[in-house]
């Protein structure tokens, strides 16, 4: 079966990037579609964006214009890149794959300096 | 932007049913919104129970049940066991994009 994993800095200074990986194993990311979705502390979960591996993204309207989504095949990897961040983008952060929903196991990313 | 609504809090009594909902401020829920429900403890993961309006995973209990239900995403506990307290968060796809419900917080008491 599907397994996720995310990887990156789990503290991210104010203004800078924060940036993450999901380590895909048990499919090819060549099928479905590859999601970002977060959970600030303490609150309810929110949709950042998904991408499939022919290029086709969407976004939350509320992140597009500091999102990025992009794919790497030959690594079986996806990332997140969320710019110019404030405290209000310290959350878990989730990588998931669609049809069924399959969830990596989060990571804390930190926004402080 | 796309609101979509859930009961903040419901309680259940053990071995009793409940009915949790998922809906649009405006506007009925179809299956083509590809309706999920999680289920989450504190601390944990979320768990996906419901897919697609009514699909399983191989892990959800017998006990839940997905539908479709007055123009809402329903989400329906048979038995309620004392494990089944937690957060109950929705899915629904709008126009390609995916919006998340504010969770339901269920109490078994």
């Known amino acids: 079966q599907v397994q996720l994993q995310e990887s990156g800095p789990g503290l991210v200074k104010p203004s800078e990037t924060l940036s993450l990986t999901c380590t895909v194993s048990?499919?090819?990311?060549?099928?479905?579609?590859w999601s970002w979705i977060r959970q600030p502390p303490g609150k309810g979960l929110e949709f950042i964006g998904y991408i499939h591996y022919s290029g086709t993204t969407n976004y939350n309207p509320s992140l597009k214009s500091r999102v990025t989504l992009s794919i790497d095949t030959s690594k079986n990897q996806f990332s997140l890149n969320l710019r110019s961040v404030t405290a209000a983008d310290t959350a878990v952060y989730y990588c998931?794959?669609?049809?069924?929903?399959?969830w990596g196991q989060g990571t804390l990313v930190t926004v402080s300096s | 932007q796309t609101v979509v609504t859930q009961e903040p809090s419901l309680t259940v009594s053990p071995g009793g049913t409940v009915t949790l909902t998922c809906g649009f401020s405006?506007?009925?829920?179809?299956?083509?919104?590809?309706p999920y429900w999680f289920q989450q403890k504190p601390g944990q993961t979320p768990r996906t129970l419901i897919y697609d309006t009514d699909t399983k995973h191989s892990w959800t209990p017998a006990r839940f049940s997905g539908s479709l239900l007055g123009g809402r995403a329903a989400l329906t506990l048979s038995g309620a066991q004392p494990e089944d307290e937690a957060e109950y968060y929705c899915?629904?796809?709008?126009?390609?994009?995916?919006?998340f419900g504010g969770g339901t917080k269920l109490t078994v008491l």
């Open positions: 048990g499919d090819s990311i060549n099928n479905y579609y």
């Open positions: 899915l629904l796809v709008q126009g390609g994009s995916w919006v």
């Open positions: 405006t506007g009925a829920v179809t299956s083509g919104h590809w």
């Open positions: 998931a794959r669609s049809h069924g929903l399959w």
